[in-house]
């Protein structure tokens, strides 16, 4: 039998200011919106898929951030203003960020605010109605088209289209705070099912093997261009995973099985904290299995089953994805029909299951939860249902969550010495390696450096202070730099830097007044 296990990985950056309480960005909100209920919802219709959701505890933290109301958002705040009451500096921020949503798939499918968007390209004046109705279709478009179409009051909302109230906007926007409220409910009521399995990252999700050392990147790739100073914080990689378990078992009121580390980075001295954390399984590319046993071609036999790492503190069991399955849903299938994509990847998974006939095995899909669903029509869903209501038929697949396979097929192969690197080339190269990246690891190396010394200073707020270095040490500032289009992801290490500089008590170092990223 051919045991299908997806498995999808929900992540934003941390973008609140921990010193203003403002976040920078608006996307926790718009994906919870539009990806973090919907995605486990669905599968009410479809009970015989088994599916697994991997969930980052910063993002976690961010939507109780806002269920809480205690996390000011720039966007929320100036789409809540009435637009009689926007000022220039106002109307030009909407102009410049409202249309923030992909064009192809959400604009043009609302004649309203694709006319908007046309007005805004020809460089024509906005009025006072064309500015409240693209508050509320900036709102509207990002939430999930299955609530615009459940809940009645957006319905017909959506149906109007245009020339929108004051009263109908803060609809749209109180809608969205009553969204991101189901959340936990929802992902509490699926793990009591069994329906669906859910894991966890690293808390703010770090790459761990940076963090354990940045000679890491060496180690994946002697090539490495290094940070002239080592980043080697252990205890630091330590602490982002047990207080990601201990989230965990917090807000969902069980202990964390399995992890996915984030951008499935690994590496042989990361195990032993994994291991004694408690966590039974972890998920990586399947270039990691390859490099591992030193194979220079691709072995599905060993692919499609889960292996062990058994070491003196324990064993832990890891998997590998396909990773062409995988992208093809994350990547590729976006551009087809659903029929010819799903028609597409049941071919393969027939392929599979003739190639293994009568022999269990495991194909694991592991990708993107959230971004890739805005370039398929319709979010995502049409290709969905087509998908899940094929799987539901098929006669020669199961699919499974994670742990239910492994507790009914262990592994059986234990793997001497795991590589290191991640899904990208099985290296480390999209964080460390340009300059602008191994600046900013020399600055985070420098201000860790700080830290440690007052590290028993009575003077400083202590607990605000590992907390803003642990936001930092995240992987998604280190992968935009040298490649950020409008600088948002340098803005915020800078920021984050800065007030860890000011919660330190110390000067502000000048060089994080000027982007690091010319």
Request: proline share 6%; aromatic share 14%; charged share 25%.
């Given at each position: ?9 929900m ?49 976690l ?11 000011k958002d ?9 637009a ?27 004649p ?16 006072t109605q ?7 279709w900036?709102?509207?478009?990002w939430i999930?088209?299955?609530f ?13 289209g245009?020339?929108f109230?004051?009263?109908?906007k ?6 969205q705070?009553?969204i ?7 992902y ?20 761990l093997?940076l ?23 252990p ?7 047990n ?15 399995g992890m ?5 980075s ?5 195990l032993?904290m994994?291991i004694k ?13 390859f490099?591992?046993?030193k ?11 889960p ?10 069991s890891i998997?590998f994805r ?12 976006q ?20 190639a293994f ?6 194909v ?8 890739a669903w ?5 979010d995502?869903?049409d ?17 499974t ?15 001497k ?8 080339f099985s ?18 190396a ?5 830290l ?12 605000l ?5 642990h ?8 992968w ?6 409008n ?6 290490f800078?920021?984050?830097m ?6 330190l008590k ?7 007044s ?5």
């Amino acid at each position: 039998m051919l045991y299908l296990a997806f498995i999808y990985h929900m992540h934003q950056p941390y973008y609140k200011n921990l010193l203003t309480q403002e976040a920078e960005l608006p996307w926790v909100r718009l994906h919870g919106v539009k990806d973090y209920v919907d995605m486990v919802q669905i599968l009410e219709k479809y009970p015989s898929i088994h599916q697994t959701f991997n969930l980052v505890p910063s993002l976690l933290e961010q939507v109780e951030d806002y269920t809480n109301r205690t996390v000011k958002d720039k966007f929320l705040e100036l789409s809540y203003k009435p637009a009689r009451e926007l000022t220039q500096v106002d109307k030009d921020f909407i102009l410049e960020r409202f249309f923030s949503i992909n064009k192809d798939t959400c604009i043009v499918a609302f004649p309203r605010y694709y006319q908007l968007c046309c007005n805004k390209r020809d460089k024509k004046e906005f009025n006072t109605q064309d500015y409240l109705d693209l508050q509320a279709w900036f709102n509207l478009a990002w939430i999930d088209p299955s609530f615009r179409e459940s809940i009645p009051e957006l319905k017909a909302i959506v149906t109007k289209g245009r020339f929108f109230t004051e009263e109908e906007k803060r609809l749209v926007l109180d809608k969205q705070l009553e969204i991101l409220e189901e959340i936990f409910p929802v992902y509490r009521k699926f793990a009591d099912s069994g329906q669906v399995e859910f894991t966890v990252s690293p808390y703010y999700h770090p790459i761990l093997p940076l963090l354990y050392s940045t000679m890491q990147a060496r180690e994946a790739n002697p090539k490495s261009f290094l940070p002239t100073r080592e980043f080697a914080y252990p205890k630091d990689a330590e602490y982002q995973v047990n207080d990601a378990v201990k989230y965990y078992k917090e807000k969902l009121g069980r202990p964390a099985v399995g992890m996915w580390p984030s951008e499935e980075s690994v590496c042989e001295e990361i195990l032993p904290m994994l291991i004694k954390s408690g966590i039974k399984w972890i998920v990586t590319d399947e270039g990691m299995l390859f490099k591992s046993l030193k194979l220079t071609k691709r072995n599905a036999r060993l692919l499609y089953q889960p292996h062990k790492l058994v070491r003196k503190e324990g064993e832990i069991s890891i998997i590998f994805r396909d990773r062409n399955l995988s992208d093809l849903i994350g990547f590729v299938y976006q551009r087809l029909t659903p029929k010819q994509a799903v028609n597409d990847f049941m071919g393969h998974l027939e392929n599979i299951a003739k190639a293994f006939k009568n022999q269990d095995i495991l194909v694991p899909i592991a990708m993107d939860g959230e971004n890739a669903w805005e370039y398929f029509a319709n979010d995502g869903h049409d290709f969905l249902n087509e998908l899940y209501g094929r799987l539901s038929e098929a006669k020669f697949l199961k699919t499974t969550t994670v742990t239910d396979y492994l507790q009914k097929f262990p592994p059986k192969y234990n793997i001497k010495r795991l590589a290191a690197g991640s899904w990208i080339f099985s290296d480390f190269g999209k964080w460390i390696g340009n300059p602008y990246k191994n600046k900013a690891w020399e600055h985070l190396a420098e201000a860790r450096e700080v830290l440690e010394s007052l590290k028993d200073s009575p003077e400083i707020n202590l607990e605000l202070a590992w907390k803003q270095m642990h936001v930092l040490e995240g992987s998604d500032w280190f992968w935009w730099f040298g490649e950020d289009p409008n600088g948002d992801f340098d803005k915020l290490f800078r920021m984050h830097m800065a007030n860890l500089y000011t919660i330190l008590k110390k000067e502000i170092p000048p060089y994080l007044s000027k982007p690091i990223t010319p």
